[in-house]
Nanobody
């Protein structure tokens, strides 16, 4: 079992930055690929970014590429999502997820563990 707790969300203006953090506990964190997803009201949960257990492979959505950076610190059992140049369309609840696999998937249903989410609101 893996427990995930997100933090770092908030209300910002367009163009601002936020850094989301996901703290993991339970089984060996380094064995898990980690992903960030988001869900806006009335929309399906969508992929944002993901990272291999070793950190050697990262994947980004088209909307996040160039603006978002995912990283992880296995010694601290933490995965981060640095979000720059935020836009109103980035407004959503952001979720951290984990799966015991090497290559990080981009499909939400392939992840086994989820956090409770953190709200990000970007005003124009």
């Amino acid at each position: 079992q893996v427990q995930l707790v997100e933090s770092g969300g908030g209300l910002v203006q367009a163009g601002d930055s936020l850094r989301l953090s996901c703290a993991a506990s339970g089984r060996t964190f380094r064995n898990y690929a980690m992903g960030w997803f988001r869900q806006a009201p009335g929309k399906e949960r969508e992929f944002v970014a993901a990272i291999k257990w070793s950190g050697g492979i990262t994947r980004y959505s088209d909307s996040g590429a160039g603006r978002f950076t995912i990283s992880r610190d296995n010694a601290k059992n933490t995965v981060l999502l640095q979000m720059n140049n935020l836009k109103p369309e980035d407004t959503a609840v952001y979720y951290c997820a984990a799966v015991a696999t090497s290559t990080p998937p981009i499909i939400p249903s392939l992840y086994n563990y989820w956090g409770q989410g953190t709200q990000v609101t970007v005003s124009s």
